[in-house]
């Protein structure tokens, strides 16, 4: 988690140096692969780089696609590597059979943010504390769609604790909150072909509206995907 948060910190850098000949952001910023690579799952030709994907790798790609959406007036384009069978791919197959990946599943919550109006957040995030490392628990992006209706997606990244938020929605008027979530009971579980169906996207009820309040409680180890209206 900590090499792929590192994504945000790469793209500002790159950013700034970019920005200081092309202050009006005419040039795309391409993110040519992404994604976690592991070992080859045993028994597995290790060249063709065939590897399982879990929901650890589920909260990687909500997170990387959250930062990619809050620098997209400077990354444009972004691949992630790869789809099919190889590193963190979106479907494995085997002979006719085939499985959706729990990074399938967060790249079907995300395809609201396409064409959509992106809207800035300011957060706070508590802390992930493993042993003497700290990295931020919660990242989120979210944006607005052509109807007015605003997409909210949120990752917590630790797995052992939920997260609790309280926020006003500034400029934003909405009556509804409904919601989507992913996560399993270990960050670990995978999807098989015996098996398809253990990380797979549930309704969420966990985000409510309290007079001009949005109150949500974040599963630990969870990608979250609000529609609010």
């Not at 809050?70 to 444009?76: A, E, F, L, P, S």
Request: hydrophobic content about 40%; some cysteine; overall charge positive.
């Amino acid at each position: 988690m900590q090499n792929a948060l590192r994504m945000d910190e790469i793209i500002k850098g790159h950013d700034s140096i970019m920005t200081k000949y092309d202050a009006q952001k005419r040039i795309a910023l391409v993110v040519g692969e992404w994604g976690i690579w592991t070992d080859p799952e045993p028994g597995t030709n290790p060249r063709f780089l065939y590897q399982q994907n879990s929901l650890r790798d589920a909260l990687i790609a909500g997170s990387t696609l959250n930062i990619f959406n809050n620098h997209c007036d400077r990354v444009k384009m972004a691949q992630l590597a790869q789809t099919i069978n190889v590193l963190q791919a979106l479907i494995l197959t085997e002979g006719p059979k085939m499985i959706l990946t729990p990074t399938y599943h967060v790249f079907d919550m995300y395809k609201v943010h396409h064409d959509a109006k992106m809207l800035p957040v300011k957060f706070t995030s508590p802390d992930y504390v493993l042993g003497n490392q700290t990295l931020p628990a919660l990242n989120v992006s979210a944006s607005q769609d052509s109807l007015g209706v605003v997409h909210i997606t949120l990752v917590n990244i630790d797995p052992g604790k939920s997260i609790t938020l309280s926020t006003t929605l500034n400029q934003v008027k909405w009556a509804t909150v409904t919601g989507e979530v992913l996560t399993s009971a270990k960050i670990t579980d995978i999807n098989t072909f015996d098996k398809s169906g253990t990380v797979k996207i549930v309704k969420f009820d966990g985000a409510k509206k309290q007079g001009d309040l949005l109150n949500v409680v974040l599963p630990s180890k969870s990608v979250v995907l609000l529609t609010i209206k």
